[in-house]
């Protein structure tokens, strides 16, 4: 079947359901379930590793230096997207991708020899976090080369329920697998799976919008990072949304992500299914917010959509911070979980679709030097929650979120209020 093409049973389908629309496209057909399968992997690993973490050190501080190290690699994220510019996406998607896989394998030995400490896992760790970080950056690129303008936004945010879905099935599998059959084996199942999601990378498209010779091919590594800051910094939007993705990285994700082993043993006494269960609790919410996304795509103003749900994402965060029933905590997990889709989907949107394609690669990759915000918000984190607990640290970091974002609102507000702003486009 020809790229883009259905038969008039896909048609009718898609009609019923316009989510469905990005599937029409033969790439996507691929890149999806590959994405969702390294998504798991990801998810189960940072169940088994953090746990292993938490349990063999006793220390919330060794917990959050090893979650820092998983987002190493956003410091060189903008030269997988220039590499990316210069070999295709797909190409280096798949070198990314059979790292983990080598990776994996060095961990599942380490747990079936009896030899694992916290010293490899850590130098392991360290390795696999220059790399990973790029993966989703990689992932929204094939996503924008490859799928039609009208098909974006529904494409991402069926693209996004594959880290949402992973962070339930990864995290409750993973905790599972550990408890039934030790940490060894379970990275077998981590290694099948992600061995799996390489193979399928294989069949994602590899249609280029450059080539090397190009007026917007990058010259030198240096230059080209120039070009990706300058081309950022000349465009107020993109330039308002870089700083509200670092703000989120560095004041939301980190109460909702690494720290929630602490949440877990130490406030609420669960042991590692229970952390399943709350990870999977946040992870829930945002697909059904990614679903809705890609529903309604077409009806949603990025920009003032992205804002606004930043501003009750923080809000929940702020709750969620005082409550110490496990039952409670999951409810305001799902619904931060589902707030965050609305926010982190249009952001990406707002870059894809403003970025020149020759500049795309340079923007994304800058674009993952915000995450940078993550690793300095955990490192920052482990000792505030040591000295001042849990509730203190989880409301400075939402109230400095809250107040950030209502001054990027403001100062940016042409570009990113008004509703007839390009960033507020249908």
């Known amino acids: 079947m020809p790229e883009g093409k259905g038969n008039d049973q896909d048609v009718s389908l898609i009609a019923r359901v316009p989510a469905l629309a990005p599937f029409r496209i033969r790439s996507f057909r691929f890149q999806w379930p590959a994405d969702l399968l390294a ?84 130098v392991l760790a360290a390795l696999i976090g220059l790399v990973r970080p790029s993966d989703i950056t990689l992932r929204n690129l094939l996503v924008g080369e490859t799928m039609p303008a009208e098909y974006l936004m529904r494409a991402m945010g069926v ?79 993109m330039r308002a949304t870089m700083l509200l993705a670092f703000l989120v990285n560095l004041a939301a994700y980190p109460l909702v992500g690494s720290l929630l082993a602490y949440v877990a043993k130490n406030i609420y006494g669960l042991d590692q299914t229970g952390l399943g269960w709350l ?54 997990l799902f619904l931060a979980g589902f707030t965050q889709s609305f926010c982190m989907v249009p952001m990406a949107v707002l870059l894809l679709r403003g970025a020149e394609p020759a500049l795309r690669g340079r923007v994304m990759g800058v674009r993952m030097l915000a995450v940078y915000g993550l690793p300095i918000g955990l490192l920052v984190s482990g000792p505030l929650v040591e000295h001042a607990g849990f509730a203190v640290t989880g409301s400075l970091y939402s109230l400095l979120g809250i107040g950030c974002t209502l001054l990027i609102a403001v100062r940016w507000r042409t570009e990113l209020w008004h509703r007839a702003a390009p960033g507020n486009v249908k």
Do not use: H
């Not at 820092?68 to 190409?91: C, E, H, K």
């Not at 030790?182 to 919008?209: D, E, H, N, P």
């Open 39 to 122: 998504s798991w992997a990801f998810e189960m690993e940072g169940v088994i590793l953090g746990w292993f973490v938490l349990v063999t050190t006793g220390s919330v501080l060794a917990l959050a230096v090893f979650g820092s190290l998983q987002f190493l690699g956003t410091l060189i994220s903008p030269l997988f997207g220039m590499a990316g510019d210069r070999i295709g996406y797909r190409n280096l998607l798949c070198l990314m991708r059979g790292t983990y896989v080598a990776v994996a394998l060095m961990l599942m030995g380490l747990f079936l020899t009896g030899l694992a400490s916290p010293v490899p896992v850590f």
């Open 279 to 332: 990870l999977a609790s946040f992870a829930g919410g945002a697909l059904l917010g990614s679903i809705l996304v890609s529903m309604n795509g077409a009806r949603i103003q990025p920009a003032r959509t992205m804002i606004a749900a930043a501003l009750v994402w923080f809000a929940l965060n702020l709750a969620f911070s005082w409550i110490e029933s496990p039952v409670w905590g999951e409810a305001l």
């Open 159 to 237: 693209s996004r329920t594959t880290a949402d879905s992973a962070r339930i099935v990864g995290a409750l599998s993973g905790a599972t697998l550990v408890a039934v059959m030790g940490s060894g084996l379970a990275y077998v199942a981590v290694c099948l799976v992600y061995t799996i999601s390489l193979a399928l990378t294989f069949g994602v498209g590899i249609r280029r919008l450059r080539v090397l010779g190009d007026a917007g091919t990058p010259g030198s590594p240096l230059q080209s990072l120039k070009e990706g800051f300058a081309y950022i910094w000349a465009s107020p939007d």
